[in-house]
């Protein structure tokens, strides 16, 4: 009788010395599922964090004067936010003057460090790769510094089910929740063989290597356009003096001195004048407006922040209906682009590769109706030259925005065919080299969740049949 009344519910018969060895009591943390993985880790051979590794809190915000933060510099201020699993960040960065840094330079961190979230989303881990540096990190992550395990395999591991889950279980807090040093030295480690740890580490090094060649794939694309519009070197005027007629603000309808700056018309000749001619996004792109129903349990859901400023990729989260924010209004297709109203100076860019996918009313969406394919229009949006004019038609005071009509409406160049080609073909080179670093990475946690649910030989196995 009992048991059909509890067949259905999540209940854990816990020994009180457990309860008190933890001094736990929330049921969250001893939910079956987390149980188990801390039961199948401790059955085989594992050491504790602390025992393989040392670690590094970081200083407070109130060390630093915020006033001299800068979004660009030598000297990188990593935030708790830029922690993303596998990934540091590198979407709007903060920079901190020369004197902080060194002033707080035992917070530097190191080529291999791995930078643990432990406030706002927690448990996410990344490693430190030599592109990052010089940097020093702020509170709100934690850094593990091996002394005894490959740290590529512990990031695999970290950012495995098993790990993952298990760092997250030690949440504290009921408004700010985090992570406590304490708690994150006694997480369970497996230990496994170096051959085992070694392939691992090959596997997440190619996947950075990948991802890093994406990178100059699409630079070429990048400096292919700027080298035919004569703008691989090109400055921004400096000049703070523009004379407007009358007639000029009357068709504008804007009065702000912004709007007017001299740098702006340089950019409009530029393109006017290319050799080949201009058009505008209006003209070769649809405008989609098409309006979610709200009639699905859930939604794959696009906003700002899950666009990716180095790579120009977009992910989505799936998201029941109810807790949909507001602003999640346009339904897309594949291929189409999206454009960021908000902040265009961080150029979040990106062109959509999946169907179906609900984007955030913030987003400008486009779908080519023209031989101007997507690929060139994404590069042009992203480069630092039409970040800096879209900054022109920015309204509004403590959330600027741009309009539509004005990413409908501003000059874009008409390249020739084979110009088009190969930017498109070195965007798509690049995206496809993304995926398949994510790809890598999604082998790598597979293959560690393998070796501690059955074993190291299993685990080998399926990495040489995904890898072939």
């Avoid at 801390?38 to 040392?54: G, P, R, V």
């Avoid at 490693?127 to 992550?141: E, G, M, Q, W, Y």
């Amino acid at each position: 009788m009992y048991q059909n009344l509890l067949e259905g519910l999540e209940v854990s018969v816990v020994p009180l010395g457990e309860i008190v060895s933890c001094e736990r009591f929330d049921s969250e943390y001893y939910r079956k599922t987390l149980r188990s993985y801390q039961a199948k880790i401790t059955s085989i051979e594992h050491k504790t964090l602390e025992e393989i590794a040392d670690f590094l809190i970081g200083p407070f915000g109130s060390a630093f004067n915020t006033e001299n933060y800068v979004e660009n510099g030598k000297y990188r201020y990593v935030r708790g936010k830029d922690v993303k699993p596998f990934i540091l960040a590198n979407n709007d960065n903060r920079y901190v003057p020369k004197e902080d840094y060194f002033r707080l330079n035992k917070y530097a961190l190191r080529e291999k460090d791995i930078l643990v979230s432990v406030v706002g989303t927690l448990g996410n881990a990344c490693i430190v790769t030599r592109n990052d540096l010089p940097a020093i990190f702020s509170c709100k992550s934690s850094v593990i510094r091996c002394r005894e395990t490959n740290p590529y395999f512990l990031l695999a591991y970290l950012n495995c089910k098993n790990g993952k889950q298990l760092l997250a279980r030690n949440e504290r807090g009921a408004n700010q929740k985090g992570l406590n040093l304490p708690d994150i030295q006694k997480l369970p480690v497996p230990i496994f063989s170096s051959d085992f740890q070694e392939v691992i580490s090959n596997i997440v090094c190619l996947a950075y290597d990948k991802s890093a060649n994406s990178g100059g794939e699409y630079h070429k694309a990048e400096n292919l356009l700027l080298h035919e519009l004569g703008l691989t070197d090109h400055t921004p005027s400096n000049e703070q003096i523009s004379i407007r007629s009358i007639r000029d603000i009357a068709q504008t309808g804007r009065i702000d001195a912004e709007y007017y700056q001299p740098k702006y018309d340089a950019f409009e000749k530029t393109i006017k004048e290319y050799e080949n001619g201009y058009t505008t996004p209006g003209s070769s792109f649809e405008l989609i407006k098409t309006k979610c129903l709200r009639d699905l349990p859930e939604y794959p859901y696009v906003e700002i922040g899950d666009i990716d400023i180095g790579t120009g990729s977009a992910e989505y989260h799936i998201i029941p209906t109810s807790k949909l924010p507001a602003n999640a209004k346009i339904m897309t297709q594949k291929d189409d682009l999206i454009v960021s109203t908000v902040r265009p100076y961080r150029g979040a860019v990106a062109i959509l590769k999946e169907n179906d996918l609900l984007v955030s009313g913030a987003f400008t969406v486009l779908r080519s109706k023209s031989c101007y394919p997507v690929q060139t229009l994404q590069v042009l949006f992203r480069t630092q030259l039409y970040k800096d004019w879209l900054l022109k038609y920015n309204v509004g005071t403590s959330y600027p925005v741009i309009k539509d009509e004005d990413i409908l409406n501003i000059p874009i160049p008409v390249f020739k065919n084979e110009i088009h080609d190969r930017v498109k073909e070195y965007v798509c080179n690049s995206q496809e080299m993304i995926i398949r670093s994510k790809e890598l990475l999604e082998c790598a946690k597979r293959a560690v969740e393998m070796a501690i649910e059955q074993d190291e030989e299993s685990a080998i196995q399926y990495l040489n049949s995904q890898l072939q």
